[in-house]
């Protein structure tokens, strides 16, 4: 099993800065990473896909990077709906089994 | 715009079985580009992956529930279904359908249902 780990697991910036979240896979995943945000009472939403690719309808201000077994999620200037939960998805197997990472808490500073 | 329904009992009694079913609307479940999946979080924890389908119904699992799960699709209802087997309080939270891109290299989820809640308890 590919153990996903995520960094820090709570994050306080103010509204404006710039977060930077971390994701780390126990072996290399090439660029087989997902980001999500979920809100509280509600289900996640697709951010990024391959690492780097945004899904439809995010804002630039979201960007993903890395490969093999470090990633980063950055949210250049926080906007006050930006303060979730992020979790990334690693889909590297075949067959498919995949994993998500603990979750990171933004949460307003 | 495709959305995605879970449906089933909040409520199953220890060692019963947890039935849940996924409506599709919006769009044909048959669609080779996509397949079908399940997710579930515990309360306060996070995600959890627990397989998915194929419109033919190929389907994948998470070994550390293969022995208690299965995917089912039923074409005709545009629906999917979940069924674990044996549960106990470990098994409580939120179960969460939703969609993946089933091209090279993918496995991502991009529409979700909203959720439904499941408690075990006698």
């Known amino acids: 099993e590919i153990v996903m780990t995520q960094s820090p697991a709570t994050l306080s910036v103010s509204p404006g800065e710039r977060a930077t979240l971390s994701c780390r896979a126990s072996?290399?995943?090439?660029?087989?990473l997902a980001w999500y945000q979920q809100k509280p009472g509600q289900a996640p939403s697709l951010l990024i896909y391959?690492?780097?690719t945004r899904a439809t309808g995010i804002p630039a201000r979201f960007s993903g990077s890395g490969s093999g077994t470090e990633f980063t999620l950055t949210i250049s200037s926080l906007q006050s709906e930006d303060f979730a939960v992020y979790y990334c998805?690693?889909?590297?197997?075949?067959?498919?089994?995949?994993?998500f990472g603990q979750g990171t808490k933004l949460e307003i500073k | 715009q495709l959305q995605m329904q879970e449906s089933g009992p909040g409520l199953v009694k220890p060692s019963e079985t947890l039935s849940l079913t996924c409506t599709v609307s919006?769009?044909?479940?048959?669609?080779?580009?996509?397949?079908w999946g399940w997710i579930r979080q515990p309360p306060g924890k996070g995600l959890e992956w627990i397989g998915n389908?194929?419109?033919?119904?190929?389907?994948n699992y998470i070994p550390s529930l293969k022995s208690r799960v299965t995917i089912s699709v039923d074409t005709s209802k545009n629906q999917f279904s979940l069924k674990l087997s044996s549960v106990t309080a470990a098994d409580a939270g939120v179960y969460y359908c939703?969609?993946?891109?089933?091209?090279?290299?993918?496995?991502?989820?991009?529409?979700w249902g909203k959720g439904t809640t499941v408690t075990v308890s006698s």
């Open positions: 939703a969609r993946e891109d089933s091209g090279y290299s993918s496995g991502w989820y991009d529409v």
């Open positions: 919006g769009g044909s479940i048959s669609n080779s580009l996509y397949y």
């Open positions: 389908i194929y419109y033919n119904g190929n389907s």
């Open positions: 072996q290399s995943i090439s660029g087989d």
């Open positions: 391959g690492a780097s």
């Open positions: 998805q690693q889909y590297n197997n075949w067959p498919p089994m995949y994993t």
